[in-house]
């Protein structure tokens, strides 16, 4: 299983930004799928997660700014971020799969303000 992330890049604070990630391989459904992010000299943390019936997860710190769905297409996920923040920054990774667990090569997302 290969995990593609894009559609990171550059915004001012108040922005917003969609980040996608599609999973391509065998496994006919991979779940869950999610997106952590990394920002510069601290741990990778979570940012929001999704199964396969809908029930999401979110950190508090996005709560109510970013939507984790999933696409029409098998094993995609979006993450929409709306009124983005200069502590937003950071590079974000896609994670699949539970136990067995599949990570993006990272998209970089900065938020300046």
């Known amino acids: 299983v290969q995990l593609q992330a894009s559609g990171g890049g550059l915004v001012q604070a108040g922005g917003s930004l969609r980040v996608s990630c599609a999973a391509s391989?065998?496994?006919?459904?991979?779940?869950?799928m999610g997106w952590y992010r990394q920002a510069p000299g601290k741990q990778r943390e979570l940012v929001a997660i999704?199964?396969?019936?809908?029930?999401?997860t979110y950190a508090d710190s996005v709560k109510g700014r970013f939507t984790i769905s999933r696409g029409n297409a098998r094993n995609t996920v979006y993450l929409q971020m709306n009124s983005l923040k200069p502590e937003d920054t950071a590079v974000y990774y896609c994670?699949?799969?539970?136990?067995?667990?599949?990570w993006g090569q990272g998209t970089q997302v900065t938020v300046s303000s």
């Open positions: 999704i199964n396969s019936g809908g029930s999401t």
């Open positions: 391989g065998s496994i006919p459904v991979i779940n869950p």
């Open positions: 994670k699949a799969g539970w136990p067995v667990v599949y």
